[in-house]
């Protein structure tokens, strides 16, 4: 943070953003002061995020004033508490969720924005839980309202999010799961998390494979990261009363929807952001992350940390994920 409020004299090593579309690079900002309801955590996994990756080319929808540390969430311990903190105490093991400020060593949150880690669950799987699986949980239960026994089709099925949809659909919600991605060792790895079939979309149709491999049924839950052509062939591929989530982007194309489409097959197009909801409806906010600790801690899912980097090599971490390298979430140790 780097508001100007009083410091407290020491200084952390964190990521900054000096300058949009400019490599990352570290510094020693001076440690604020904290107010009475906030909490110093000790970060020792912070996640990486498409957001984070946007937000440092200047193209994310909340804008930030430069210079700014990115990293929206968070594993680690709370080191110091303010006066009126109640919620937690100095040595618990929590995870966290920030507008920015967490790639770093450590970082300042509202009391309300953490969560305890249960026993069992490591920091780094921790880590790697609130946005991925947040989002994952609040697209899969709380929008497409999914059932038992329901088809659902996750393109990027390999990416954090993806991978987070395919193994709560599979694994706690018990549907049948087709995993959509763009190569074969992609495909592979949503299928060991237990999806029941894949389709490499940079090979073939997905809109065929999807209506072969449902018996020209269709699917009845999408959820779709990529946008673009992939969001056009996946919203040709839905049942009868199917549902297609717009989780996201990541090819770079924003996708029209016919509307004579959702109409013809009494099909519905929903929207997803789970961010908006810490301010639009906080509860139903808190319970997907407390619902992706307990099923974590359950084993019912089992979050995959695809690449681990330090601080010092964040730019790289930015990379694998934007050249479509990265499988399951990417996270930042500052150990
Ligand atoms: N709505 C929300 O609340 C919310 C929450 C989290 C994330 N998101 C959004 O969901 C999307 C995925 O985010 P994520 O963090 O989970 O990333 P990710 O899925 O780990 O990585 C992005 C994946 O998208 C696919 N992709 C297709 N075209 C791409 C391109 N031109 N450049 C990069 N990737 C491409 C790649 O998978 P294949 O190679 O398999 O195609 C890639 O691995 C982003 O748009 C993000 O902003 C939204």
């Not at 498409?50 to 929808?61: E, P, T």
């Not at 699986?133 to 329901?150: D, F, W």
Request: contains cysteine; aromatic residues 6%.
């Amino acid at each position: 943070r780097n508001d100007g409020l009083a410091q407290s004299g020491r200084n952390y090593r964190a990521v900054l953003c000096t300058e949009l579309t400019k490599p990352l690079i570290i510094r020693n900002l001076p440690a604020p002061s904290l107010q009475p309801h906030e909490v110093r955590v000790g970060v020792h996994y912070c996640g990486v995020n498409f957001a984070d990756i946007l937000a440092c080319k200047g193209l994310y929808q909340e804008k930030h004033c430069l210079p700014f540390t990115p990293g929206m969430e968070f594993s680690g311990t709370v080191v110091e508490t303010g006066a009126n903190v109640s919620t937690v105490r100095e040595g618990d093991r929590v995870i966290g969720v920030n507008g920015m400020g967490a790639m770093a060593e450590e970082c300042v949150a509202d009391q309300k924005m953490l969560w305890p880690i249960p026993e069992g669950v490591s920091y780094e799987e921790a880590a790697a839980l609130p946005v991925s699986y947040g989002t994952a949980i609040l697209a899969l239960e709380h929008r497409a309202r999914t059932q038992p026994g329901e088809t659902v089709l996750v393109t990027a099925a390999a990416g954090a999010t993806g991978l987070a949809a395919v193994d709560v659909a599979a694994n706690v919600l018990k549907a049948k799961v087709i995993a959509a991605a763009g190569s074969d060792h992609k495909c592979n790895l949503a299928l060991q998390k237990g999806a029941a079939h894949s389709v490499n979309y940079t090979q073939g149709s997905l809109k065929e494979e999807a209506r072969k491999l449902t018996e020209n049924r269709g699917v009845n839950v999408i959820l779709d990261a990529v946008g673009g052509d992939v969001f056009k062939a996946a919203l040709h591929s839905l049942a009868w009363e199917g549902r297609i989530v717009v989780v996201g982007f990541a090819g770079g194309a924003i996708p029209s929807v016919p509307a004579n489409l959702l109409l013809l097959k009494n099909v519905s197009a929903l929207g997803v952001f789970w961010g908006r909801y810490r301010e639009e409806d906080f509860p139903v906010f808190s319970s997907s992350l407390s619902s992706a600790l307990w099923y974590c801690q359950e084993r019912r899912i089992r979050p995959h940390v695809g690449a681990v980097f330090k601080l010092e090599e964040v730019n790289e971490a930015f990379s694998r994920v934007t050249q479509r390298k990265s499988t399951g979430k990417v996270i930042i140790s500052t150990k």
